[in-house]
């Protein structure tokens, strides 16, 4: 106390920087104040007179004056055609953009002015891929629209942060109207998978840490710890903690609800199958306890996830499809291998047989199925017999890029099940009439492109758009399909590997070349197995009418990792900040708000365009 008392004596009590009452001061001391306080006020409004002479000056010669009938120009375009809004439809985004547009301009306090949901979603999406751009917009007088610090209080709901965020649990819950639901309704399955991300650090300046380390939960995040320890012996901190290279993202998509949103993520170096585990397994606990129904999970044929699979199988030799589900008594969470994964892999076991790596001798029936057969099919369609053109084209999907393959091409689903087609197999069947030594790589075809139909239902209306019986979606427990792909499917796949097998007169090693790879072969049995009896389980529960194969895809977690990819434009390689901020815009403008990328790997569905909702968005709470 003394020490701040004598202080406080050591300060000039007449400064203006003193903190000492005026009314404990001398007259003297009072009349010295003042007339400090007299001088800076004349040498303030000096500097004010200085400063608004030299902007007078600037704006004589630089300035431009506005057009007023150019400034006011589209308020006159909207209250004179404001009948010509009743043309559009009600829940059209255009008649909503142009009423809120109307509703602005005749605010005389723009302060006050309430934007909808939806444009707010809206201008979030925009700001999300480009702030200048959205900037330019807002400026330049063509559209009113809300301040950047509006759109922060929406996105800012919650903090940017990597692990799992409860609070998009429970928003999600109110978007969808969890307690009306129907039980059947509250079925969904969980997707994972993992993007690369530009390793570094970054100062966030919302939780004032240096993000970009390793972030692998809790549970994880201890046993690494007891891991390095037990590898120096020692429980010193002295080990630099290492940058992530990567982010796995949890994503829940509904089976019979318009649900697909991310509800958490870690920045890693690459999950293996034991950090996976306790991921997965807390994800599946959030959900649980949220109300929802986890039925199964999807993921690519990575080997840390088969490994995560065979986890929890009684015999590491056995197939392991399934798991009992810990949070609720006699109910089974299935493992499903991402179909399109599959058609990729399987693809690529045939682009090395004798061709490319020539890893592989694919053979059935003792018939060769190689790429050079593809090969010579595709070439004498483009350029005709003996380099003579032969008019219309059997395979005018098929080009070039088919066939030599690049790593970015062998990234694209859809130059895999092109290939993979009963369009190609007919082709085949054409060509070889005479001499039919295609019959196993048209069989093989004719396989692969039935199951991936089987799997690949998207809508109800796709098997008669076209015209395939096997683009239908289930509605009975007793679907050929069902059956199609547990009998002959998988009896297909048995007789092949035997058939390789049984080939004594070559290595173990040839013998391993010519049937399709382990990894691919396990994938596509997990896969069969695990779809054909929850199908079934499913189309059992009451309210259940049909069921799309097409859901258990890890596509929508696909599409997710464009949009970040294609938020801040031309930066396509996100930071870990970067992605937490990106997760949260993307939350709150919505799915159909921020699109994927036009040319991605998925197909992005034309008609997904920005509904129109009136639901209120959260608000940050300012502190009081």
């Not at 009423?99 to 949901?117: A, C, E, I, N």
Request: proline content about 4%.
């Amino acid at each position: 106390m003394l020490k701040r008392l004598e202080k406080k004596l050591e300060i000039d009590p007449t400064t203006l920087n003193s903190k000492i009452r005026n009314d404990y001061l001398t007259s003297d001391q009072k009349g010295e104040k003042l007339s400090t306080l007299k001088e800076q006020n004349v040498q303030l409004k000096r500097k004010v007179t200085d400063l608004e002479t030299k902007l007078s000056e600037v704006l004589s010669s630089q300035g431009e004056h506005l057009n007023e009938n150019l400034n006011s120009s589209f308020r006159q375009i909207i209250l004179e055609h404001k009948d010509s809004l009743n043309s559009l439809p009600d829940s059209s985004p255009q008649k909503l953009l142009w009423t809120q547009q109307l509703k602005y301009v005749k605010k005389t306090d723009k302060r006050k002015m309430r934007w909808h949901p939806t444009i707010i979603k809206w201008c979030i999406a925009i700001h999300s891929k480009s702030s200048k751009a959205y900037d330019l917009m807002r400026k330049s007088g063509v559209l009113n629209l809300s301040h950047e610090s509006t759109l922060r209080d929406y996105t800012h709901f919650t903090t940017a942060t990597s692990g799992w965020n409860l609070k998009i649990v429970d928003r999600i819950k109110d978007d969808i109207r969890f307690e009306k639901l129907e039980k059947f309704q509250k079925n969904v399955i969980l997707l994972f998978d993992e993007i690369k991300i530009k390793d570094g650090l970054v100062y966030s300046t919302e939780t004032g840490e240096l993000i970009g380390f390793l972030d692998l939960g809790d549970v994880n995040n201890e046993i690494e710890k007891l891991v390095n320890i037990c590898r120096r012996g020692d429980d010193s901190d002295d080990e630099l903690q290492p940058l992530a290279t990567h982010i796995i993202a949890f994503m829940v998509r509904g089976i019979f609800l318009n649900l697909h949103q991310v509800f958490g993520h870690f920045p890693c170096t690459g999950f293996n199958s034991h950090q996976l585990y306790w991921s997965v397994w807390s994800a599946i606990g959030i959900l649980e306890c949220a109300g929802f129904h986890v039925r199964a999970l999807v993921c690519d044929g990575a080997t840390p996830n088969r490994k995560f699979y065979r986890i929890h199988g009684v015999r590491q030799d056995s197939l392991t499809f399934y798991s009992e589900n810990r949070y609720r008594s006699g109910s089974r969470i299935y493992f499903i291998c991402d179909p399109p994964h599959l058609m990729k892999t399987t693809r690529n076991n045939w682009e090395n047989s004798n061709w490319h790596n020539k890893t592989r001798n694919l053979e059935f029936d003792r018939q060769q199925i190689t790429w050079p057969h593809l090969v010579t099919l595709v070439e004498g369609d483009l350029h005709g017999q003996n380099g003579q053109p032969g008019g219309l084209r059997m395979l005018p999907k098929l080009t070039n890029e088919h066939l030599r393959l690049t790593p970015s091409l062998r990234m694209k689903v859809k130059l895999a099940t092109q290939v993979l087609s009963s369009s190609v197999a007919r082709a085949f069947e054409l060509v070889d009439r005479l001499r039919p030594i295609t019959r196993s790589t048209r069989k093989f075809i004719v396989y692969m492109d039935t199951f991936f139909d089987c799997l690949n239902v998207s809508r109800l209306n796709l098997d008669n758009r076209k015209s395939k019986c096997t683009l239908g979606p289930y509605q009975n427990i007793a679907d050929w399909r069902l059956e199609w792909l547990e009998q002959d499917f998988l009896q297909f796949l048995r007789e092949w590997e035997n058939q390789s097998n049984a080939r004594l007169d070559i290595s173990k090693e040839k013998r391993k070349r010519l049937c399709l790879s382990r990894e691919t072969l396990e994938g596509l049995r997990i896969t069969v197995k695990s779809f054909t009896k929850l199908v079934r389980e499913l189309l059992s529960e009451p309210g259940v009418q049909y069921v799309l194969s097409g859901k258990f895809s890890q596509d929508p977690l696909e599409i997710y990792f464009s949009k970040q990819r294609g938020c801040g434009g031309n930066n396509d390689n996100p930071t870990v900040l970067d992605f937490n901020r990106n997760a949260r815009n993307i939350f709150v403008a919505g799915t159909a708000a921020i699109r994927g990328a036009a040319r991605g790997n998925c197909s992005v569905d034309p008609n997904d365009g920005m509904p129109v909702c009136g639901a209120p968005l959260q608000r940050r709470q300012k502190p009081r």
